[in-house]
Each structure stands twice: as C-alpha cells, then as structure tokens.
C-alpha cells in the first residue's frame, strides 16, 4: 500500500504489520468507533476504516504526522478523522470500542520529551514505558461498553508490567500476538549499554514484539457509559 510519508514520519515496519494483522483478527465490527494512538503515515486507521469501523479517530502530536494520515486517510476517501494532540487529550470525555496503538517503546537513556524529529517515534525512556503507563492508565476510560484495547510494545520493556496495569483497572488482558524480530540499527548501536545494564543476555540481537489485547469484560460493561459524541477534524 502506497502511503505519503513526509521527512521525519515513521515508516511502517513489521511491528505496524502485526497490529494491523491482530485488528483484522478482531474483526471491528460494522459501525464501531476506533481510535489510533500515534498515527504517524496513518497506516492503521486506514486498515480500521477497511475494516468496516463507522468512524476512526486518529491521533498524532506531531505535525508531519498529522498532515501525512489527513493525505493518506482523504485521498482512499476514508471516515477517518485526524486530530493534533497528546494521547487522548484531543478525544477527552469520548469512547470507542477499539483503540489501537503502536506507541514508542525503546529503551534507551534519551529523555524522550526534548527529542524532535524522527527519534521521537522509537525513544521511550530507561524502561521503555514513557508512554505505556501513560495509554494503560488512560484507555480503560475511553472503552465503551465490550471495548478492545490492542497495544503493541516489546518485551523488553515489561509485558507483564503492562497485563498487572491493564487488569488492576478491571479488564480482562492476554498477550494476542508475539514474534520474534532481529535488531534494526537502532537496537543494534545500543545492544552493548543494553547487555551491561542487565537487559540483554549476552550476544542476544532479537526481541519479542508482543500484541497486548485487553476486553472490557461483559460483566462491567453495563455500567459504562454509551460512546461519546463525534466531533468534526481539527
């Protein structure tokens, strides 16, 4: 699939591949409203909005970002609409019955809040969470009734810390998807720092890149609220 990529935009990689193979498995089903966290080219709204969701929502605080999932979402004439803004703060008070993201999540000792530029899709702090707490803190108030949460991230920045989080806020977590990658540069210039700080066994140049799925479950879901209103693209 042909997608606009403007300078600085994350390309899509395996991992987007794979959140985009686990919400096809899902099955969006015929007028669910879907929000995508950290859209970069726009990929996985694309695929949501394919999918048969009525609405998609799609985040991204970068601007290149932003512009590049408005071309790419407009021009397949898709019911996607783009918003500018951190996390779920451009979808404050609304729900939806899928959220997808594909946050940063590589560890590393940059302070992922002065970066600019394309680190920004990849840097996510010494434990590689920047973001993760941030999305299992927030989703579970933006499921609707039954939603779904899939959430990519590595397994070396603690898929079980992320299952405790998501269950403690009352929904039911397994790991969906995982698939062993070989490190791309970025992991490949750290590995030695990663090995001395304990988190790489010896000579190991591969991670797991997992697909954490999270359900409301149909016991809790009457007492949530119904989806919130649509807004029109910022």
């Known amino acids: 699939m ?13 991992d987007t591949a794979m959140l985009v193979r686990e919400l ?43 512009l590049a999932a408005r071309l790419n979402t407009r021009v397949r004439g898709l019911p996607v609409q783009v918003r500018r803004g951190d996390l779920f703060d451009p979808v404050a008070g609304e729900r939806f019955d899928v959220i997808v993201a594909n946050p940063p999540y590589v560890v590393g000792d940059a302070d992922p809040a002065r970066l600019r530029g394309r680190a920004r899709a990849w840097e996510a ?33 603690g898929v ?10 009352g929904l039911r977590v397994s790991v969906a998807a995982r698939a062993r990658e070989p490190f791309g540069p970025v992991m490949l210039a750290r590995a030695a720092a990663l090995e001395a700080r ?5 000579g190991q ?16 879901a009457d007492g949530r609220e119904p ?8």
């Open 2 to 14: 042909f997608l606009v990529r403007p300078p600085g935009v994350y390309r899509p990689q395996s």
């Open 24 to 66: 096809r498995r899902s099955a969006v089903a015929p007028g669910a409203r879907v929000l995508e966290l950290g859209t970069g080219t726009g990929a996985v709204a694309v695929a949501a909005a394919r999918g048969g969701a009525r609405q998609v929502v799609a985040v991204d605080v970068a601007a290149g970002s932003v």
């Open 125 to 157: 702090g010494r434990d590689g969470r920047w973001l993760l707490d941030r999305i299992c803190a927030a989703a579970p108030e933006h499921l609707t009734r039954r939603g779904t949460l899939l959430l990519m991230q590595s397994s070396l920045c």
């Open 160 to 169: 079980e810390r992320t299952l405790e989080a998501l269950e403690g806020a």
């Open 198 to 202: 304990g988190l790489l066994r010896p």
């Open 205 to 220: 140049r591969h991670e797991d890149l997992v697909v954490v799925r999270a359900d409301v479950p149909a016991d809790a």
């Open 227 to 234: 989806p919130g209103p649509a807004r029109s693209a910022a």
